[in-house]
């Protein structure tokens, strides 16, 4: 493998949309703020026509998900972590739980599970660091199975989903915000799936979604927990499903301009050729990061297995002999220094990686990002490298 040099000229190409956020991500190609001017505003999303609109983002996310048609799907609460919080408050305690974590939210959810859920009899199936993947090959699916599709801050992700049976008694509940709309998923497989607008689909927060299989409908019909459960995660009233949520009529009051850019994308997603084109752009993004790492003596994906690396948080620490002899903090400042070096000069923004993360970046290689921007980054992550390094000698 033949290393290339650090930069020692400074790139004068920028990428012409440098937002590589992993949430809230970049908005789709061309898009204008102007697109929202006939947003339902103003006016109550009780109306039968802000309800359709919220019908809309429904039954199109459906569509360009390519959703079961028995699973029904709801606009809800606190972006992702609502959507999974519903869940896990809704649906466990019926039977035991295995929580599968690898990356800071699957500990959150295992927080919750033991912790506020405090439910008796629970397995933990827990990488020994981050990069790494814990052997899913164990996991007991007459239980209940809580886990992430993709986690953002690791950068690692469930190769695919073969390890899940098709006949299971217990529920498969995934949290696949960061996965959705960029991977190819087995959404047969999963009993319930909870996402947000605000990363593949570079919506605002604060609005999450949730599906469910048949089978969590029927949980919900046979179990109802005795634990307290606030409003905003109510998904069951007086024993029944409350069925006007799958229709578009929401727990709480939704942000009708959101809604209105989350249609937008939506669109967009089906006029560019739907989920297939979708996956497509996020794997030609990906393998611009991957040519680059194979090349780089001084980058390496986080995600320690090839099958694991995510395509969409692309997740990555640099190698120097001298960071490894570094403390962490220090490691860290470096890291802060590379990014902040790269957005002064307009050429990438929020590339640092997550807080709980080992030091590192994080590129968000999703379908709304161009790959010829990805390409224009990159460089200049090398000399901004390059540029820091001194500072810590």
């Given at each position: 493998m ?10 004068t190409?920028r990428?012409?949309?440098p ?6 991500c970049?908005?789709?190609p061309?898009?204008?703020p102007?697109r929202?001017r006939d947003a339902?505003v103003g006016?109550s999303?009780?109306?039968p ?6 019908s ?11 959703l079961p048609?028995?699973?029904r799907?709801?606009i809800?609460?606190?972006s992702?972590?609502?959507a999974?919080?519903?869940a896990l ?10 929580v599968c ?8 959810w ?16 827990r990488?020994?660091?981050y ?8 996991v007991?699916?007459?239980n209940d ?11 690692v ?7 899940i ?7 498969t509940i995934c949290?696949?915000?960061?996965a ?6 087995d959404y047969?497989k999963l009993?319930?799936?909870t996402?947000s607008?605000?990363?593949a ?9 949730i ?5 969590a409908?029927?949980r919900?019909r046979v179990f109802q927990?005795?634990?307290?459960l ?20 929401t727990?709480?009051?939704p942000s ?8 937008d994308?939506l669109r ?12 497509s752009?996020?794997?030609?993004n990906f393998?611009?990061v991957r040519?680059?790492?194979l090349t ?6 986080l995600?320690e ?6 395509p969409?948080?692309v ?10 002899r570094?403390?962490?903090r220090r ?17 990438g923004?929020?590339l640092?990686?997550h807080?709980e ?5 994080r590129i ?8 010829a921007?990805v ?5 200049w992550?090398?000399w901004?490298?390059?540029e820091?390094l001194?500072?810590?000698?």
């Amino acid at each position: 493998m033949n290393a290339k040099p650090m930069y020692a000229a400074k790139p004068t190409v920028r990428p012409a949309r440098p937002w590589f956020s992993s949430g809230p991500c970049a908005k789709r190609p061309g898009w204008d703020p102007a697109r929202l001017r006939d947003a339902f505003v103003g006016r109550s999303h009780r109306d039968p026509a802000g309800q359709a609109r919220l019908s809309e983002v429904i039954e199109l996310s459906r569509q360009v998900l390519g959703l079961p048609e028995d699973h029904r799907v709801a606009i809800v609460p606190g972006s992702d972590t609502g959507a999974v919080e519903m869940a896990l408050w809704n649906l466990l305690g019926y039977t035991g739980v295995e929580v599968c974590c690898w990356e800071n939210f699957g500990h959150t959810w295992l927080e919750d599970v033991v912790r506020q859920l405090r439910i008796p009899d629970v397995t933990v199936h827990r990488a020994e660091r981050y990069g790494a993947f814990p052997d899913l090959n164990q996991v007991d699916f007459a239980n209940d199975v809580v886990f992430t599709w993709n986690g953002t801050t690791s950068g690692v992700c469930v190769p695919d989903a073969e390890w899940i049976p098709a006949s299971r008694t217990g529920l498969t509940i995934c949290d696949a915000t960061s996965a959705v709309l960029g991977m190819d998923i087995d959404y047969s497989k999963l009993d319930v799936v909870t996402w947000s607008w605000q990363k593949a689909l570079g919506g605002e927060g604060a609005h999450g979604m949730i599906a469910l299989s048949p089978a969590a409908v029927e949980r919900l019909r046979v179990f109802q927990t005795d634990r307290p459960l606030p409003k905003i995660f109510r998904l069951v009233r007086d024993g029944r499903l409350i069925d006007e949520l799958f229709e578009g009529f929401t727990i709480n009051s939704p942000s009708m301009l959101a809604v209105e850019d989350a249609l937008d994308a939506l669109r967009w997603c089906l006029d560019i050729g739907g989920l297939p084109e979708l996956i497509s752009r996020t794997r030609r993004n990906f393998a611009v990061v991957r040519r680059w790492v194979l090349t780089d003596p001084h980058v390496e994906f986080l995600a320690e297995a090839p099958e694991t690396i995510s395509p969409t948080s692309v997740c990555l620490t640099f190698r120097h002999e001298l960071l490894d002899r570094l403390p962490d903090r220090r490691q860290r400042e470096f890291v802060r220094r590379v990014c902040a070096r790269i957005a002064d000069n307009g050429a990438g923004y929020d590339l640092g990686g997550h807080r709980e993360a080992p030091p590192g970046i994080r590129i968000w290689a999703g379908p709304t990002v161009e790959a010829a921007d990805v390409e224009r980054l990159l460089p200049w992550v090398s000399w901004a490298f390059a540029e820091t390094l001194p500072e810590f000698r």
